[in-house]
């Protein structure tokens, strides 16, 4: 017969045992809680509103991307316009396939009223045409930048285009980092840290040309 000393030692490493599982258990479920929030397939309004927003966002930057044609710049500040018209305007792309997919409204962008209600393409009238809401997104610039931008001579422009710049990725990379807390469709929130990624190592960049 087993003493009782045996028998309390028995059913306190059974315990111990069931305590573990139990944790191990609970520790698996909230992996998979956490795991269920992100999805392959499908989509929250926070996605919806980075894609959106982030398309408008997008747009402005490639306005003030075509602003930089036929200045006189630094190659190196020539080189980042292009690689930045390289990296958004596919995104732009892609956002709006998203969008298309999850049957929501493609918004306008400044582009649009630039192209449809502005021959001469200017930068700070297309603005005046957007909705408000798109002025309150971060680092979006005022119809009066735009055209502080577009009117500035050539001695000034280029330091005034990287200023605005940074700025402009700052806001964008606040909105990618909402939607990594926030989203729930995957590719969204891969897309989203690619740009805070690249966006940040830009700003860097655009740091150092500005005190060169």
């Known amino acids: 017969m087993r003493s009782n000393r045996t028998t309390r030692a028995i059913s306190a490493t059974a315990l111990g045992l069931t305590?573990?599982?139990?944790?191990?258990?609970?520790?698996?479920d909230t992996g998979?809680?956490?795991?269920?929030?992100?999805?392959?397939?499908?989509?929250?309004?926070?996605?919806?509103?980075?894609?959106?927003?982030?398309?408008?966002?997008?747009?402005?930057?490639?306005?003030?991307v075509d602003l930089t044609m036929g200045r006189d710049l630094d190659p190196e500040v020539r080189q980042l316009a292009e690689d930045i018209r390289g990296a958004q305007a596919p995104e732009i792309e892609t956002f709006?396939?998203?969008?298309?997919?999850?049957?929501?409204?493609?918004?306008?962008?400044m582009r649009d009223h630039a192209n449809a209600d502005h021959e001469d393409g200017e930068a700070g009238a297309a603005m005046e045409g957007m909705d408000a809401g798109a002025m309150d997104m971060?680092?979006?610039?005022?119809?009066?930048?735009?055209?502080?931008?577009?009117?500035?001579?050539?001695?000034?422009?280029?330091?005034m285009w990287l200023e605005m710049m940074i700025e402009h990725h700052t806001g964008a990379i606040d909105m990618a980092e909402a939607e990594t807390d926030q989203g729930q469709y995957k590719p969204a929130i891969d897309l989203a840290e690619e740009i805070a990624d690249s966006q940040t190592v830009e700003i860097d960049t655009m740091?150092?040309?500005?005190a060169s």
Request: glycine fraction near 2%; include cysteine.
């Open 32 to 64: 998979s809680d956490t795991s269920a929030q992100v999805s392959t397939t499908e989509h929250n309004d926070a996605d919806v509103a980075f894609a959106s927003e982030m398309l408008q966002h997008h747009a402005q930057a490639l306005t003030m």
């Open 19 to 28: 305590l573990a599982v139990t944790a191990a258990a609970c520790g698996n």
């Open 138 to 159: 971060p680092g979006m610039m005022s119809a009066a930048d735009m055209t502080a931008l577009e009117d500035a001579p050539d001695p000034e422009f280029q330091d």
């Open 207 to 210: 740091e150092t040309l500005l």
């Open 96 to 109: 709006t396939d998203w969008l298309t997919d999850w049957d929501e409204e493609i918004p306008s962008t």
